[in-house]
């Protein structure tokens, strides 16, 4: 088939809404597919109960239906199995199954329900909802053949134990049953992101690693009586060896998030709170605090000019403005460049887009920086006027002490948060610029808590965030 291949039936034509895009000019994957197939069943389903099957036949629709449902079925399925792959560890075997020919849903489904669980716990609550819908399904049509031809293949006419389908019963599961699949292909993509950080041990995900810090108590009571109760019951709970629980500690104490969970913040890189007081003061100069607390007042017009202040350009600036701007950035450079050093420089950056992109992982936040700091130190190595285009590229964005400010909150950096908010003569509206941070806290606080069942500890950043928002 030629890559421009076309014919009478198959082709593009007027009116362009009614092109369907298929093949690389769309790059559908499986899950696609199963949507397609999931949507086309619910719709001839509400097309055939709207019509109290007098337009289209219960007898005659109940085939393409059912096939539909079933085919999207045994689609999420073999997503959800190839989804696995990624969470394979520490020499876990997944056995090969056959994805590409296997059409027994029953045999895939028993595969995904015992590996899936096996790799992560966190599996079991959408396994267990979608057991007996899928299990209904394979019981009637474990092959796929019986809503697609009347006889098999041994002249075995079909459905021959069943009687009665009752379409508005399938509309009502279908609906539930369309739901918890799409569940369950979120939980593989999300899983996947995380466990791609490698930030795990051969019976905990990173997720398991922020439970126990969460139960532990800060770092510096590490060795006490309340460290040891706690370390009994952990090992207990998650059935570790003494061997996995102190590597399971060293990953908690050295990952930037998980550090800040137990109190012990992991140090800069490079960057260093004299450095990131400096570069805000300038920032400051630059920006003004004035028109940063404005938009951040809690009125309307104070959002709606944080929005108009994160798309406005120099463009708008009168001439006397622009020259005003030009000399300060001239007075203020020298300093900069004498005391801030490119590496620096590119882990503020990291730290801003860490925040402005709502990345999720600390592990992110590394990979950021390492990317910021190469183009740094290519800037510097341009000359001098790259790397003052650099700096101040980062120091003209209206937002970037509010996303920093935020990172830094995230990783456990309280005392350099409260400075750089004193310095800055914004500890009235914090909670305002905390916001993200809260947000970010609560969701992973709600995530650990339901995981575990207990109350949690609450770590001092964490703690810090709450303050300044009941103070607001």
Not at 113 to 138: C, G, P
Request: glycine share 4%; proline share 4%; net charge negative.
């Amino acid at each position: 088939m030629s890559k421009n291949f076309a014919n009478e039936t198959f082709r593009s034509a007027e009116p362009s809404w009614a092109n369907a895009c298929v093949g690389e000019n769309g790059s559908p994957d499986i899950v696609d597919y199963a949507a397609g197939f999931a949507n086309a069943a619910q719709v001839l389903l509400e097309q055939v109960i709207h019509h109290r099957g007098l337009k289209h036949p219960t007898d005659t629709f109940v085939y393409p239906i059912c096939f539909n449902m079933r085919h999207a079925i045994e689609l999420y399925i073999k997503a959800a199995i190839e989804s696995l792959r990624p969470l394979v560890h520490h020499g876990y075997r997944l056995p090969n199954i056959d994805t590409q020919t296997s059409h027994d849903i029953g045999m895939l489904w028993r595969y995904l329900k015992e590996h899936s669980v096996a790799l992560d716990w966190r599996y079991k609550n959408v396994i267990e909802l979608l057991d007996t819908a899928i299990s209904d399904f394979a019981e009637v049509d474990s092959t796929g053949q019986v809503f697609r031809y009347p006889f098999g293949r041994e002249n075995q006419k079909h459905l021959t134990e069943l009687a009665i389908i009752n379409l508005l019963v399938l509309w009502s599961k279908f609906r539930a049953l369309v739901a918890d699949l799409k569940t369950l292909n979120y939980h593989g993509e999300f899983l996947g992101d995380e466990y791609r950080h490698q930030t795990y041990t051969a019976h905990l995900s990173r997720f398991d690693l922020a439970c126990i810090g969460y139960q532990l108590p800060p770092r510096a009571e590490w060795g006490s009586n309340t460290f040891e109760a706690a370390k009994v019951v952990l090992r207990g709970h998650f059935n570790l060896s003494s061997n996995e629980f102190s590597r399971a500690l060293k990953l908690i104490e050295g990952n930037i998030e998980l550090a800040a969970i137990i109190d012990a913040p992991c140090e800069f890189k490079y960057l260093t709170p004299v450095q990131l007081n400096l570069f805000f003061d300038s920032w400051c100069k630059i920006v003004g605090i004035d028109d940063v607390k404005r938009r951040y007042a809690q009125s309307p017009e104070g959002r709606a000019a944080l929005v108009d202040a994160e798309v406005s350009s120099a463009s708008s600036w009168s001439i006397e403005e622009m020259t005003a701007d030009a000399t300060l950035r001239t007075e203020i450079w020298p300093t900069l460049r004498d005391n801030i050093s490119p590496e620096a420089f590119g882990e503020i950056r990291a730290l801003h887009y860490f925040s402005r992109s709502s990345l999720r992982y600390s592990e992110d936040f590394e990979r950021e920086r390492q990317i910021a700091v190469r183009d740094a130190l290519a800037a510097r190595d341009a000359g001098e006027a790259r790397l003052r285009q650099t700096a101040f590229y980062l120091m003209s964005k209206p937002a970037a002490l509010e996303h920093v400010l935020n990172s830094l909150l995230f990783f456990g950096h309280v005392d350099v948060v409260d400075e750089l908010l004193k310095r800055s003569k914004l500890t009235a509206i914090a909670g305002l610029l905390l916001e993200p941070s809260l947000r970010r806290f609560r969701r992973r606080r709600r995530e650990v808590s339901e995981a575990i069942n207990s109350e949690l500890r609450y770590p001092k950043h964490e703690r810090y965030a709450v303050t300044q928002l009941e103070q607001q």
